[in-house]
């Protein structure tokens, strides 16, 4: 079992929408990792697209995350990865852009089901359903 994972929110909007949570990308990182940790902007996505009743579902989930924090740091890696996505002529959102920056700056592995928004960016291990084929 490996130690902690950074999650992207599709890792966990997947998890909620399912009904059957064992058939899930989330299910299997369960007994992979011993820890999970999400970047605040995941934080903030998923609790935006949340009415209160799954905000409460959220929160209790997230007690047991660590949360990074946007930092000066964070920035500066996420500037780093913005150039050099700019000479690959490749781009990506900029909340994904923080969420690698995190991943990168913590030197964590990232759980994502959407590989191509990060797979342009060296440094960055990906952790996707593919992983557990």
Known sequence: MESIILLDSSVLIDYFRKVNKEKTF?????????GYAISVIVHYEIIKGSNQRQANFW??????????P?????????????EELRKKRKSIDFKDLIIASTAVQHKMPLATI?????????GLKLITPASFE
Do not use: M, P
């Open 70 to 82: 946007y930092t000066v740091l964070t920035n500066t890696s996420a500037l780093e990865i913005g």
């Open 114 to 122: 959407n590989k191509k928004h990060f797979d342009n960016i060296s």
């Open 59 to 68: 929160n209790n989930i997230f007690a047991d995350f660590f949360i990074f």
């Open 26 to 34: 989330f299910y299997k990182l369960l007994s992979a990792y011993n």
